[in-house]
């Protein structure tokens, strides 16, 4: 038996941890994917997750107005061609109780509940070099040992506490976004601030502010958000979808954001101002995300390219916003365009048109205490009944981070993370054998349709665990030298764009304290998942493969 069941038994720990294959933590669209593909492939799996259900992002943020982003249509697995054809969305972009549902079907279709434990959050994960198993501990007691630890723990699943002095003095209701309440929260008649203008505050405003007697929006930064001319799908173009939905899925996995968008091919300083705003017209009308910041080829490098962008959105907040004070507070001018994760709005800039919507600057007069009354900044006390945190989430490193995690050598990932995380292709850490994340820091994760990332990622890792099954190895480790060259290159394709120029949580500037770091990889899905390929067969190029010993205990049989 391995150290750490040495350790157990000699703290007199009676029951002996339950023995699989893999563990899976997390049930969202990565953890129930990853249940699917293991079992198929004959290993014993079991799962933990926090939340009450499946479903993950989707079963956390169920405020007002949640929605995707990305196209319903193209925001769902691929794997299965059966369940693309029966499932039909209802809007482009669909509502949060949809996504819910969608997820929920495909937990029940594929039967994926019944190896996954709810309520149970996993505290400890710790790697036995003697017996080259993981030891699992939950917040539940449960101890489980596997061979293999894949962590779908998401990358905006820890809600951001935020860091505003006097919360536990309020004497109303305080919530947060991401962990809203499942029964629904009575807004009408109230006084409500929210604090926070990313995407979450921008899509639940609107919708608050027609229940609400009065809204106060705490504003630190304004962010860019197009209108996402959300509408009802109509028959004829899911029928169209569904015929052709082999083609499309392979026209999504060759393009750089796992979405099909016009590649452009001018540059923004390339045309005249009266062809630019045309064109940067048109793009406004799509109502996608990519639309805008694909408009021209430069505007995620090149500064002048991107200011162009920049104004016209302000421009058209100045066209928007009746009062020129609030448009100007509205109006983006801390960040490049693009350089934050742009947002998608129904109505966002027309709500500060409403008597009954005030705009705080709080960049401008701070907050400096929740008080037993309300939100107090530099500038005043301001009356309410409910507040509203729309202040994101610890995204990335987060949810990696929450549990006690030590690697081979007794080494905490918590410390080896110190000064920033380090990975091998977003998704292996040296030091951490059989640890798997499905789009860890340094995975091209948020910068892409991240429906496409996760199957991507599970896909690769599955794949992986198979051949070192076939192959009766114990283990498999990225080299340091490896994770080090990845780490460059992340970095380097980084410092090609903008993007480290804004204060954004994908450079972890939102948590206090946090190292500044560009965690996503921006090199696109395609190369991205060309590099992943040719790792693999390379014989797992940067990886130490560890075959089994006689002390080991066998793998179980498919
Ligand atoms: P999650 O869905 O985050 O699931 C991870 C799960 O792991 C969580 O349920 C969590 O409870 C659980 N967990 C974490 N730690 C532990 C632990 N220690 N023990 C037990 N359980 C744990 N992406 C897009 O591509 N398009 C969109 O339109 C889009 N819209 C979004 C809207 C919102 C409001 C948010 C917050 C994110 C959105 N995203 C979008 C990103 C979204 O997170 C991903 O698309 C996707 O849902 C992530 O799936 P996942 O399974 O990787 O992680
Ligand atoms: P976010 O983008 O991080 O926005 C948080 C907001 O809260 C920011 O405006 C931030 O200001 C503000 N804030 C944080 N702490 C504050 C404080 N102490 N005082 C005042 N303001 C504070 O979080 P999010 O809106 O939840 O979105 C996170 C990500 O989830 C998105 O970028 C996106 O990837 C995903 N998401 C997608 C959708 C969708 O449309 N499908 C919806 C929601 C979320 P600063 O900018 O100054 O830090």
Not at 122 to 128: G, I, K, L, R
Not at 241 to 247: C, G, I, M, S, V
Not at 452 to 479: M, N, P, Q
Request: proline share 6%; hydrophobic share 40%.
């Amino acid at each position: 038996m391995g150290d750490l069941v040495d350790a157990w038994e000699t703290r007199s720990v009676t029951r002996a941890p339950d023995d699989v294959d893999a563990v899976v933590v997390g049930a969202g669209f990565a953890g129930l994917y990853a249940h699917h593909r293991l079992r198929a492939l004959g290993l014993t799996v079991r799962g933990f997750e926090a939340a009450g259900g499946v479903g993950g992002t989707w079963w956390w943020n169920r405020y007002p107005g949640a929605r995707c982003d990305v196209e319903s249509m193209d925001y769902c697995y691929s794997f299965s061609p059966e369940l693309e054809q029966e499932w039909t969305w209802s809007e482009r972009y669909a509502t949060q109780p949809e996504i819910l549902g969608y997820l929920e079907h495909v937990a029940d279709r594929f039967d994926l509940r019944r190896d996954i434990q709810f309520e149970t959050r996993v505290t400890e994960a710790a790697w036995d070099e003697k017996a080259q198993r993981w030891y699992i501990t939950t917040d539940h007691g449960d101890r489980v040992s596997a061979q293999f630890c894949i962590m779908a723990t998401g990358c905006l699943s820890e809600a951001k506490q935020p860091e505003v002095d006097g919360i536990e003095t309020f004497r109303g209701d305080v919530f947060h976004t991401g962990r809203w309440p499942h029964e629904g929260v009575e807004l009408a008649g109230r006084r409500v601030g929210v604090i926070g203008t990313g995407s979450s505050g921008i899509q639940s405003i609107p919708i608050m502010a027609r229940e609400v007697e009065h809204l106060t929006v705490f504003q630190r930064t304004p962010n860019f958000t197009m209108p996402a001319k959300n509408a009802p799908l109509e028959p004829e173009a899911v029928a169209a979808r569904k015929t052709r939905a082999r083609e499309h899925r392979d026209a999504m996995r060759s393009s750089r954001a796992g979405v099909v968008v016009p590649m452009p091919e001018h540059s923004a300083l390339a045309v005249d101002d009266d062809a630019r705003d045309a064109h940067y017209d048109r793009a406004w009308e799509t109502g996608a995300l990519y639309g805008m910041v694909a408009a021209f080829n430069d505007l995620l490098i090149d500064r002048d390219a991107n200011d162009t962008a920049a104004e016209y959105v302000r421009a058209r907040i100045r066209e928007t916003v009746n009062d020129p004070a609030v448009a100007e507070c509205l109006s983006p001018r801390n960040h490049p365009f693009g350089t934050k994760r742009p947002c998608l709005d129904t109505d966002y800039y027309a709500t500060f048109n409403r008597d009954n919507v005030t705009l705080v600057d709080v960049r401008a007069t701070p907050i400096v205490a929740i008080t037993p009354a309300g939100v107090r900044t530099t500038d005043g006390e301001f009356e309410l009944d409910t507040i509203v945190f729309a202040t994101g989430f610890d995204a990335m490193t987060g949810p990696l981070l929450g549990p006690d995690i030590t690697g081979a050598g007794s080494l905490k990932l918590r410390d080896k993370w110190a000064a920033g995380p380090r990975t091998y292709l977003g998704i292996a850490i040296a030091g951490f054998p059989n640890l798997f994340a499905v789009t860890g820091p340094g995975s091209p994760s948020v910068l892409v349709n991240m429906a496409v990332a996760i199957e991507h990622h599970v896909d690769w890792i599955v794949d992986c665990i198979a051949t070192l099954r076939e192959r009766g190895l114990a283990s498999i480790d990225a080299t340091v030298e490896a994770e080090d060259d990845w780490v460059d290159h992340v970095n380097a394709v980084a410092n090609l764009t903008l993007f480290p120029h804004a204060n954004s949580w994908y450079m972890g500037a939102n948590v206090p304290g946090k190292p500044r770091v560009f965690m996503p990889y921006i090199g696109g899905f395609p190369r991205y998942d060309e590099i992943c390929r040719d790792v693999a067969a390379h014989d797992y190029r940067g990886f130490t493969l560890t075959p089994a010993t006689a002390q080991q205990p066998a793998p179980s049989s498919p």
